[in-house]
């Protein structure tokens, strides 16, 4: 089981155990306003079944995020497949609690550092929907740059990457 830990974080994959916590996230409208909606509690079960079967496939996918303060599971981030491409894309939620504190930030680059140090990509990803500026600001923090207009998960979004050359050369953990 793959785990990492930051000044303020550990990000560790999920476990079933996670639902009541995942669930709380998922089922706010607020949190889920530029991720496809809220989910129902079934719709969040099999969100978990997914990222840990995509663990076991591509030895990546989202951690859990477990603040190191109070131990609580506050959202997730990671990486996973851009719907119907080959490449890896950056993606994270966050519980609007610890919005504006730098741990989605703190949790990309670690994402980041995954995958271009122990999984050895070329290039990182990741989309927002247009009007979704705070994601794009984060994006830019973690050194991703816009490439262009796109349009998946059925929407039109905006499109970053990030290269392993500009990363390593740019962003200083």
Request: overall charge negative; some cysteine; proline content about 2%.
């Amino acid at each position: 089981m793959q785990e990492i830990e930051t000044a303020r974080l550990y990000l560790r994959q999920f476990t079933p155990d996670d639902l009541d916590e995942l669930y709380r996230i998922y089922s706010d409208a607020e949190i889920m306003k530029y991720l496809r909606g809220v989910k129902t509690r079934e719709e969040t079960e099999s969100a978990i079944h997914t990222m840990l079967k995509r663990w076991e496939e591509n030895n990546f996918g989202m951690w859990a995020l477990v603040h190191k303060i109070d131990g609580k599971m506050i959202g997730r981030c990671g990486l996973n497949f851009l719907e119907k491409t080959p490449e890896v894309q950056l993606g994270y939620a966050l519980d609007k609690v610890y919005w504006n504190q730098g741990l989605a930030t703190e949790a990309s680059l670690a994402s980041l550092n995954y995958g271009f140090q122990i999984l050895n990509l070329e290039r990182i990803v990741a989309i927002a929907l247009p009007e979704n500026i705070t994601s794009q600001r984060l994006m830019q923090k973690v050194g991703m740059k816009y490439e262009k207009n796109a349009h998946y998960y059925e929407t039109d979004v905006v499109y970053y990457s990030v290269s392993r050359e500009s990363y390593h050369s740019k962003v200083v953990l």
